[in-house]
């Protein structure tokens, strides 16, 4: 049950246009059955592209029945079980702080797949990383990449795992 479809209509009518290619990209690289925690989840969008696999959101707002509500950048860390993968789509590029984010989210598995866009139509965006300064930030907050997908010239994706 979406909450309140105006602002959702309104807050993520820029990011539309990207979210189906890279939904199916990373839905293509989660095994079958691998329960999936996805931060920054919005309209828990992957959980329809892998139906069979267990799906849990976390987002700033309740969009829908299956987040939970939290603000990474004031902080905000729930309590959640361990999952099997954790997926940051287009979230990274809105954390303040992306080493305490990288830190904290140790805690919730040890793979994560993360997506990261450094081009230049993000205008709420918090950080603006080169891909080359967030790789050694993967590696200094105890992260190591398994795996490295190029979507475009300004977007990746990357798997990476707990060291």
């Known amino acids: 049950m979406i ?89 990274l590029e809105y954390i303040r702080d992306p080493e305490k984010f990288l830190f904290a989210i140790h805690g919730y598995g040890r793979r994560v797949l993360l997506s990261y866009y450094n081009g230049k139509e993000c205008p709420t965006r918090k950080n603006k990383l080169k891909f080359a300064w967030l790789e050694r930030l993967f590696k200094r907050t105890g992260w190591e990449i398994l795996m490295m997908r190029e979507l475009d010239t300004h977007q990746k994706i990357y798997f990476i795992t707990q060291k």
């Not at 820029?14 to 920054?40: H, N, T, Y």
């Not at 700033?60 to 959640?80: H, S, V």
Request: hydrophobic fraction near 35%.
């Open 3 to 91: 909450l309140n479809e105006k602002l959702i209509a309104e807050k993520w009518q820029f990011k539309k246009r990207e979210w189906p290619e890279r939904m199916k990209a990373i839905a293509e690289i989660i095994p079958k059955g691998a329960s999936i925690l996805e931060l920054g989840g919005g309209l828990c969008g992957l959980s329809a592209e892998l139906p069979d696999n267990p799906y849990r959101s976390v987002d700033i707002e309740e969009w829908t029945d299956c987040t939970t509500k939290a603000d990474f950048n004031a902080g905000e860390y729930p309590e959640i079980p361990r999952h099997d993968v954790i997926v940051c789509a287009g979230l």
